[in-house]
């Protein structure tokens, strides 16, 4: 029942009346943009597989390396939220987005609908009014 409504309201009488869908007032967010950086800069400076240490690299550099891994890690899963926060905005807003046209289309049906009452009443006031007199 409420796909029908929608395909009624949005696609219809939308058409019908000559309205256009609202645009978006939020700008795109490229969701790929952070997360090709931040995956170059995790492969570049703490790819895991890149090599293996010698016994004397582990001692020196391991709580570096540890602490790169961890702060790769964090901003993998900071793409991650960004990109699901992007992704429920442009649903949410494509929703009410949908919501707002078969709002206007029921407001210009409305009001069409205000018009020719209002003017039928009209001319049947002054007519009878016309009638009356004489």
Known sequence: MQLQLKYLFCKILATWLCMKPMRSRLPKVDR???GVAINNVCSKS??????????????DNDPVKKLL???????????ESRKQQAYESEK???IM???HLAA??????CAIGFAIIFAVGTIT?????ARHRN
Do not use: M
């Open 46 to 59: 703490c790819d895991r597989a890149e090599h293996e240490p010698s016994l004397e690299e582990t001692t």
């Open 69 to 79: 891994a961890r702060i790769c890690d964090l901003l993998e899963a900071q793409d």
């Open 104 to 109: 206007a289309v029921l407001d210009r049906i």
């Open 32 to 34: 790929h943009s952070n």
């Open 92 to 94: 949410d807003e494509k």
């Open 125 to 129: 006031f002054i007519t009878i009014i």
């Open 97 to 99: 987005n949908e919501w």
